[in-house]
């Protein structure tokens, strides 16, 4: 029996059981204390390291449920794609977990109905990958959520995406089309499409590769919009889906309710103060981008929308796992250009620029700010992307020239990992030819 096979085997038997004990009249002696004390005893009685993993985030979704931060429609969805429990079955075998959450004593919240429904935009960029796309626009469709448009712009895909929306969502119309002529990248389209049809009062900007799971989380940030006006936008938690692994992960940003704009902006994605993964949760306030000038961005890539927006108004964020964030190892965050790097370094020059000028930011601490995510920005590249030594030499060089306080810093630690690199790579390549 495979892996697979073996814990699709043990997550059966733990909720048939459950089953079992609540229709044999012994409620008493099963809460959701017991359940997940015997999640602990799977876990603890499990040898094999993999296994083990996969059952102590078995634990911790169930948990999260009976806790209310997961709704049933991302649960059921969990159990089904990390045990393979069909569809027929699944709601049969989660009956037990659903049955001990609604039992009045768990105090649960339940969320007021709203009484407006302001129109929330949508947008999705895409580039060859049909095979996501479809899931995306699904999740986005499938929300209980009735005001929404979605702005699909593909990017001059190759791969017949064209086609899919034609069958699939020609005669949908909740969803709009756009195509290039050319290849110009995820940031300008973003852009493109929120000037042709992103009139609603909240944005969001969805990749093709992710997709919401839990049913009701639009209805959940406008609601939360609508109690905290202060806010710029609101984010909450995410599932990682390793591809190749084919194993979700809980990512959890565990961060306060509402987040000081000034405190986030000046230590965003150090301790305490994460990114939300991309921004497949993050619905974003409309006004706030407009004031945050987003039709001029040159780069309007993740950290800059977030960045930008946090130097109009504060953070929100909602605890619950609303999405399924895919890591295959294609994600742009994993294949860096030059050209991208660049252009995300000077987009930060222009953020520092309108932190002092437009928004009472002192020089100083802008100037410390600027010198930390540029540094964070260049690591990142030099470790995950630069290839070569001319890839290196060039960001030393642009260090050098924009901020030369870590230039220093920078050479002197990848000096090293860059000569790791081309030893490998030698070793690789002299493993190869002694096969041949």
Known sequence: MDHSERLQQTCYELLQQLNDDLNNSRPQVVDCTEVLHRCQTLIHNEANPQIKEVLATLSEVIGAYFQGRIAESALLYYLSEQFKITDKDIRVLAKGLVELRTLPENGLPTASPLIAYPKISVIITTYNRKAFLHKAIESILLQDYPHKEITVIDDCSTDGTDVLMKISYGDEPRV??????TNSGPGNNRRKAFAAHADGEYILFL??????IDMNYLSKAVEFHQHHPE????????FLEYSQSKQLKVSS???SEIIRKHDYFMNFEQKGYPKPASTLTTIFKREALIQMDILNMNMVNDASIYLRS????????IDVIAGVYRIHGNNITFNLSQGFLIENLEEKILIKNMAIEQYGYGKQEMNEWFNHNVYDTISYYLMNSAKTHTDFQYMYTWAHHHCPN??????SEFRVRFMKKQLLRVSFVRSLLNRS
């Open 406 to 411: 870590i230039y220093y810093q920078l050479r």
């Open 207 to 212: 990749d093709d590769d992710d997709y919401l």
């Open 231 to 238: 806010i710029s936008f609101v984010a909450a938690n995410v």
């Open 253 to 255: 940003l565990q961060l």
């Open 310 to 317: 946090l130097l109009i108004g504060d953070a929100g964020f």
């Open 176 to 181: 709009n089309y756009m195509r290039n002529e």
